[in-house]
Nanobody, 123 residues
């Protein structure tokens, strides 16, 4: 019912920046908590960041990305973004945006997912 589409991934060198975008279908986009998760081959899905619903400006970051990544959203454009700076090889993963009703760092609390966008960081 709700479709999320990510874009902006790519192959970059360590230290570079990327900005990921996620555009959602549907009305009242602001009602959803929006988050970013990532998954590397053979690894468990990992929390990256999340943004609270409505006009709540609360944000939450995994320790591994704090100070390097920034989440933002534009409810009028049904979009959420992830600005990634100072990328490291260990950031290599498929990045997914997700929507849900609970402000959480657990992927199990999100019911809507995008198809993912690949981010590869070379050393």
């Amino acid at each position: 019912q709700v479709q999320l589409v990510e874009s902006g991934g790519g192959l970059v060198q360590a230290g570079a920046s990327l900005r990921l975008s996620c555009v959602a279908s549907g009305r009242t986009f602001g009602r959803y908590v929006m988050g970013w998760f990532r998954q590397a081959p053979g690894k468990e899905r990992e929390f990256v960041s999340t943004s609270a619903a409505w006009s709540d400006t609360s944000t939450w970051y995994a320790d591994s990305v704090k100070g390097r990544f920034t989440i933002s959203r534009d409810n009028a454009r049904n979009s959420v973004y992830l600005q990634m700076n100072s990328l490291r090889p260990e950031d290599t993963a498929v990045y997914y945006c997700a929507g849900g009703n609970t402000y959480s760092n657990s992927y199990r609390e999100y019911g809507y997912w995008g198809q993912g966008t690949q981010v590869t960081v070379s050393s």
